[in-house]
């Protein structure tokens, strides 16, 4: 019997076109994001930030960053999902609630080895943001697709506007939007994947 898990990654689609006028309550919403939390990230830093878009003035603001798609209108809210940077300076607090299961000898070395690896190197800060972003989107997506909601991931926006429009500071990298709602009933079905011997090599 296929797991409840396999089958929310089999059948979810990438929507685009949803049913306009469609709330979700914060509750919803806020367990759309504790779930996305729920995400690795590496020495737990947790380094995601997500901001739930869905008042008309606020999705007309995020519209015009995105090129004027349709769907950051029409969805019941948009997640503007970002990366944090220079995530080893706040791990301290992030990773503390969690000694009792490392310990503090595991806290104290995944502090100096976080410290001493990403400090002085943007680029691996970049990259952990955009890693974290991307795997809590994911999480976040299945959690829609587990409540019965419709989502879709864009990366067809101007970064720079999101940050203006949003109040993101210099350590705050969108890195993602995601759409959520009621999907309307002519989306595109799944498209096919590659087979799995393309993309696969044992070794």
Known sequence: MQHPVHALIASRQSVTRYEPGQALDDASIAELVRLATLAP???????WHFIAVRTPAAKARLQAAAYGQPQVADAAVTFIIS???AAHESLPRA?????????????QNWLAAATEAHAHDPQLQRDEAIRSASLAAMTLMLAAQGMGLASGAMGGFDAQAVAR????????????LVTVGRARADNW????????????VFA
């Open 95 to 107: 990773l503390r609630p969690a000694v009792g299961i490392v310990g503090d000898a595991v806290f």
């Open 41 to 47: 990230s590496a020495y737990n830093f947790q380094n």
């Open 189 to 200: 079905p799944q498209k096919p994947r590659l087979p799995v011997s393309e993309v696969l």
């Open 83 to 85: 990366g944090l940077l």
């Open 165 to 176: 429009e949003f109040g993101l500071d210099a350590h705050t990298l969108p890195v993602m």
